[in-house]
């Protein structure tokens, strides 16, 4: 069973900047890894997705620009790295771990963003 531990989320003013961090149990380096948000009476999309090796990284066009995903294999960690953060950036941001045909989810991470 993966575990994936989310961190970092929390209040900030729009223009503002948060680093998102996923910790995960397991063979690290075997999962591509993607962050998702769910904003309040919606479903849950897509934000960004990283590679097994980190060289390849895909965005949604909402984020592109403004976000950065990145890991560190030798830490077991993903880092959503966030600038120029929108209110509508309000969500729970939830880390995701793909091996395979496994999905695993993180419990989430509040991000909101004051205007």
């Known amino acids: 069973q993966v575990q994936l531990v989310e961190s970092g989320g929390g209040l900030v003013q729009a223009g503002g900047s948060l680093r998102l961090s996923c910790a995960a149990s397991?063979?690290?380096?075997?999962?591509?890894m993607g962050w998702f948000l769910q904003a309040p009476g919606k479903e849950r999309e897509f934000v960004a997705s990283?590679?097994?090796?980190?060289?390849?990284?895909y965005y949604a066009d909402s984020v592109k620009g403004r976000f950065t995903i990145s890991r560190d294999n030798a830490k077991k960690t993903v880092y959503l790295q966030m600038n120029s953060l929108k209110p509508e950036d309000t969500a729970v941001y939830y880390c995701?771990?793909?091996?395979?045909?496994?999905?695993?989810w993180g419990q989430g991470t509040q991000v909101t963003v004051s205007s």
């Open positions: 990283i590679s097994y090796s980190g060289e390849s990284t």
């Open positions: 995701r771990a793909v091996q395979g045909a496994w999905r695993y």
């Open positions: 397991g063979p690290f380096s075997r999962y591509r």
